[in-house]
């Protein structure tokens, strides 16, 4: 009897993870919802990015300049600065610089994307509507769109002479280019293509992408200000020991010898890596879902 209410008995279980604690309720949300570490998403968002930019083959380099950059950062935390505290930091910024180059690159490559994306389409769809026939459409119009465009369409022109299959031509030219808007205008061009009564969804295609575009340069007029402002308190921020230096040098000294002067410079460059990275989250253009 006793034998058989102990097998019967349930016995509590706890996960633990791996150095014996139990794990909290964040750490069970993340593996419940199979979120990834922070570093490990940060890696697959700059590969993202590259394959978008079509310099994925660039990524070893990056990453090795970058280790290149943060060593020497480490080194001058501790030699030029004397601040062990800070030389993390200094560390961080060095290996940094690199991919926020490649974001600054990003930002500004997706906006004139879509700037020009907006004159081609529209060219395009009012010609092809014109005269029903996509590649005189198409050719007719390449003087006037970007290079980067243009190259898009130029493939699609050279495929459509080997191919007689308008679909796939379509289809493989929406992959040509990486952008939410452009992919949905393919799809519909197929869907024209195929009945000629549903050109009013190109046209209306074309019209979202001004409405992104406006919104867009309405979003950049009035955060123009607050970012120059936060951009001004960084500079600040940076040339305050070189304006210490020139006002008083002791207080100067201070910063380099005293453990709260120390650690005022690391919380320094802690705010000034914080703030890069603010400037570039609140520059990056609106996504179209």
Not at 21 to 28: A, G, H, N
Not at 55 to 84: C, D, M, Q
Not at 168 to 193: A, D, G
Not at 204 to 213: E, G, H, N, T, W
Request: charged fraction near 15%.
């Amino acid at each position: 009897m006793n034998l058989q209410s102990h097998r019967n008995r349930r016995v509590p279980v706890t996960v633990k993870i791996r150095d014996g604690r139990k794990p909290t309720l964040k750490q069970i949300l993340r593996r419940t919802q199979g979120e990834k570490p922070w570093l490990l998403r940060e890696y697959e968002a700059l590969l993202a990015l590259l394959r978008e930019l079509n310099r994925e083959n660039e990524l070893r380099a990056l990453i090795t300049k970058g280790v290149i950059l943060s060593i020497a950062g480490l080194l001058s935390g501790y030699l030029l600065l004397n601040n062990p505290i800070a030389s993390p930091f200094v560390a961080a910024i060095g290996f940094l610089i690199p991919i926020w180059k490649v974001k600054i690159y990003a930002i500004k490559y997706e906006k004139h994307i879509s700037l020009q994306l907006e004159s081609a389409l529209s060219l395009i769809t009012s010609s092809y509507i014109r005269s029903h026939n996509l590649v005189a459409a198409t050719t007719e119009n390449l003087p006037y769109l970007d290079p980067l465009i243009r190259n898009v369409f130029e493939s699609f022109i050279a495929e459509t002479g080997v191919n007689v299959n308008m679909v796939t031509c379509i289809q493989n030219m929406s992959r040509r280019i990486s952008h939410p808007i452009f992919l949905e205008w393919c799809t519909s061009l197929v869907k024209v293509y195929n009945n000629s009564a549903l050109t009013e969804d190109l046209i209306a295609i074309v019209s979202r992408l001004s409405s992104v575009r406006i919104i867009q340069s309405n979003l950049e007029t009035e955060s123009r200000e607050i970012l120059s402002q936060y951009l001004l308190m960084l500079l600040l921020l940076v040339f305050t020991l070189p304006l210490i230096y020139l006002v008083n040098y002791s207080w100067f000294l201070y910063f380099f010898t005293h453990p709260l002067g120390r650690v005022a410079v690391a919380f320094s460059l802690g705010a000034l890596i914080y703030g890069v990275n603010s400037i570039i989250r609140c520059s990056t253009p609106i996504q179209f879902s």
